[in-house]
């Protein structure tokens, strides 16, 4: 197995996904009303050009992008906007928003016209990724369409397509990758003639020897496309860390991942690009994992859920006594963020709803640091966590930048490795944000 | 809403290791060598090691008495400290010995300096430190091993059996002491020769390994150490690099600078090696976490950097052992090696030479 590329550093966590991987994508039914939120991507928050009363279809644009790192939004159900009105983002954040009650089965917009992959011209490609919401999907939500456009002196040859899914309980890019795999390899294609490349790379760990499979059958005829078997190990789906794994380059610290020639996008997104430009439609929906030892058997799903389902219903559609939930995680459970309330709506972002049981959310008293050196052994970017965290509690913003505090990528390999419990990723978080803050004020 | 959910920062999981078990591991990993010294040395190496843990763990409980912080008995590394102690003395030592060595080890090596994890010494080394300053001539008198030749326990409860002798280090130190004291193109004494032949043949250097020699209670036995050695390397407590390193460089240098008559032989770093404490220490102390560096690089330098002082003070200081000296100065290093060897961040970029001069 040692032939298997990989990343120096990481850790092995078991990973889970037995409860939920035999399961089929199954469609969530129609939701009865969405609630859309204007911040669900990376970037300035989208503004609605839709007033209370007013008729949607779906897939029709319910809000517009304020600026090049931001998004339009769609109604991803037919029906009338009922209100505009506030809701919480994953983040625990509020963020203004769309709800729409339905009054019928889709009827989709007409707007977005079906594309030919080889034949449309790359910048009407380019627009229609753009004009149909595409973020990033494995959950940093970053807008496709900024990614899609590397300032020209970057030498990008190297489209890496992440099937990866590292964080332990998700399956939602798996069952995508099975199911999905040839609209996939299309969204590839797409991909590649945007960015005019002739290497594309599918990462898969291999612990899906039948994705990798599958892949390799229906890419076999593909030119270009390679699918590539990694080793086993968290963070692999981190960017940094796929490039180093697929191609052997480093993004340079503070450096975009084009600055490695390197583009990563995410099965997921991928398959939206796919819907966007051959389908005609816009990014309504997702794959959302429904796992966790608070979800019964019967109830641990992939679910294409349409975005702005309530997660409340979805829990209840999979028969998850609410009252069994210790923590309830939006994501993984290595990066994923902590609810504080089910009356919360699925984003873009959603790749999963991790119900973890009340014996499993447990809540770790930090010890003193023994030095063990666990965090530096692991720490896939290769920093002393100890050491930045210890500066951090002493507010010594200059050492912990000097230790390159601002090169972490907040994997929580640190966290999961300390011993003693350390809140490293907490201080390494804290530290950042005080550190930027303190950079704002010197340039004011 | 009845239910209410934890909000904490991710990771929501985390790694089954906690800082009492790698404590515990430590302590089950000195087992082999704790019976092994039972074996050799019969109840006085029970007196002592019951001593000074008693030591350890009292001087443990009252310090996060005094100081308002929760008990840390049951973390079990004051445990270890003061089993390691015990290790680390003569036999037939006055029982109050072992009990104050540990507890000067635990208050003024660890509590000081705000407990577990903060200690910048190895709090044991402390503790044998400050009795070799205080009484030196008990601490470096000797007593035959009596397995060989007693073999069980019921022999060795005659107090009239002890007999002093010296341990295989002090007779190489006195063979040291006369090659240096010899001019230009002088000769050795041949009984000398005779003595250094002896130490380093193959049936010395098996009692070694076995630990049928002189020394203090629980370093005797290389075999029993080393087993405890694979296990926290099994259990991934120790870094390999520590003792590898201050083994091979204590290995190479004895051969090249531990002959005599100008001759290099592999059984001389065999018994440098397997002699003295450098198999407990190398082992179980200069690997202690607290106290040693952090990262890779760190810990090669300090493993060689161990191995040096104690060739430097076994061929020429002015002891025979320079294990428990060489990793007490190799802990004062470690800030400033951590310091110097970093690891080198993913996506490095090397600084461009103005801002090299300017820094």
């Known amino acids: 197995m040692s032939d298997l590329k990989t990343f120096k550093g990481g850790v092995h966590p078991h990973d889970y996904k037995e409860l939920s991987r035999e399961k089929r994508i199954e469609d969530y039914p129609l939701p009865s009303s969405v609630v859309i939120l204007m911040s669900q991507q990376l970037g300035s928050p989208s503004k609605p050009i839709v007033k209370a009363g007013q008729e949607v279809k779906t897939g029709e644009p319910i809000a517009e992008s304020t600026g090049f790192v931001s998004i339009p939004q769609h109604s991803s159900i037919t029906g009338k906007v009922k209100k505009i009105t506030e809701a919480f983002t994953p983040l625990g954040t509020i963020s203004q928003a769309i709800e729409i009650e339905r009054t019928q089965d889709d009827i989709w917009f007409d707007g977005f016209q079906q594309l030919d992959i080889e034949k449309t011209e790359i910048d009407v490609l380019k627009k229609r990724v753009q004009e149909c919401g595409l973020v990033g999907m494995g959950g940093a939500t970053f807008p496709m369409h900024v990614k899609l456009s590397p300032p020209k002196d970057f030498k990008i040859d190297t489209l890496i397509i992440n099937g990866v899914e590292c964080e332990p309980y998700l399956t939602a890019d798996y069952r995508l990758m099975l ?47 390679e699918v590539i078997a990694l080793k086993v190990k968290y963070p692999q789906g981190a960017e940094k860390q796929l490039i180093e794994a697929c191609t052997d380059r480093q993004v340079p610290s503070g450096g975009l991942p084009m600055a490695a020639g390197c583009i990563v996008q995410n099965v997921g997104t991928t398959y939206a690009a796919y819907q966007a430009v051959v389908e005609g439609k816009p990014l309504i929906e997702r794959i959302c994992t429904i796992t966790g030892a608070a979800v019964p058997e019967n109830g641990r799903k992939n679910l294409n859920v349409r975005i702005g389902t309530s997660v409340k219903e979805i829990l209840d559609y999979c028969k998850v006594d609410t009252n069994n939930i210790g923590k309830l995680i939006s994501g993984g459970p290595m990066m994923g963020l902590a609810q504080k309330t089910i009356d919360t709506y699925i984003t873009k972002g959603s790749s999963g709803l991790l119900c973890l049981s009340r014996k499993e959310a447990e809540s770790w008293e930090p010890e003193p640091c023994i030095r063990c050196a666990r965090c530096v052994d692991h720490c896939p970017i290769h920093l002393m966590p100890c050491l930045i965290a210890a500066f951090v509690e002493k507010k010594m913003w200059e050492e912990a930048q000097k230790y390159n505090i601002l090169d972490c990528i907040k994997c929580g390999t640190c966290s999961y490795v300390c011993p003693a419990k350390r809140r490293l990723v907490q201080a390494m978080k804290l530290g950042e944000f005080e550190i930027r803050a303190l950079m704002r004020k010197k340039k004011a | ?34 019976i092994g010294s039972i074996y050799f040395f019969g109840l006085t190496a029970i007196y002592t090691i019951v001593s000074a843990i008693a030591g350890a763990l009292l001087a443990e409980y009252l310090s996060t008495k005094i100081r308002g912080v929760p008990n840390t008995i049951k973390d079990g590394s004051a445990l270890i400290t003061g089993i390691l102690l015990a290790f680390n003395l003569p036999p037939h030592t006055p029982l109050w010995m072992p009990f104050l060595g540990a507890a000067i080890g635990i208050i003024v090596g660890k509590q000081f300096f705000g407990g577990l994890g903060n200690n ?75 003595n250094y032949n002896a130490l380093i043949d193959a049936p010395n250097l098996i009692n070694l390994l076995v630990g049928r020699v002189g020394g203090c209670i629980g370093e005797t036995s290389a075999l029993l150490l080393i087993i405890g050695g694979i296990y926290l390397l099994a259990k991934k407590i120790i870094d390999w690099k520590i003792p590898a390193t201050y083994f091979g460089t204590i290995f190479v240098l004895s051969i090249l600078l531990g002959g005599i008559e100008g001759k290099f032989c592999i059984r001389t770093g065999l018994f440098h090696l397997f002699a003295g404490g450098v198999m407990l220490g190398g082992i179980f102390m200069l690997t202690d976490m607290v106290t040693s560096p952090v990262t890779p690089l760190g810990r090669i330098i300090y493993g060689i950097g161990g191995g040096l002082i104690v060739i430097i003070i076994r061929f020429w200081g002015g002891y025979p052992e320079g294990c428990c000296y060489s990793i007490l100065i190799m802990n004062v290093t470690v800030p400033l090696i951590d310091r110097y060897t970093r690891p080198k961040i993913y996506g490095f970029i090397p600084p461009k030479k103005e801002e090299v001069k300017n820094a």
């Open chain 2, 1 to 34: 809403m009845s239910n209410q959910l934890l909000i904490s920062m991710s990771p929501h999981i985390r790694d089954k290791g906690t800082v009492s078990r790698i404590m515990w591991d430590v302590n089950i990993a000195l087992i082999p060598a704790l």
């Open chain 2, 120 to 194: 910048p010494l190895n709090p044991a080394l402390i503790g044998r430190a400050f009795l070799l300053a205080s009484w030196p001539v008990t601490m470096t008198k000797w007593y035959e091993n009596m397995a060989p030749s007693g073999g069980t326990l019921s022999g060795l409860l005659k107090a009239g059996n002890l007999i002093t002798s010296a341990t295989p280090l002090t007779v190489m130190k006195t063979i040291s002491k006369a090659k240096h004291a010899l001019p230009a193109g002088g000769n050795l004494e041949q009984s000398l020769i005779d």
């Open chain 1, 179 to 225: 199911e999905k795999t040839e609209s996939i390899i299309k969204g590839a294609r797409i991909l590649m003639r945007i960015l005019d490349l002739t290497k594309c790379i599918i990462a898969i760990e291999n612990n899906k020897p039948d994705a990798i499979a599958i892949m390799k059958e229906k890419t076999a005829s593909s030119q270009g496309i």
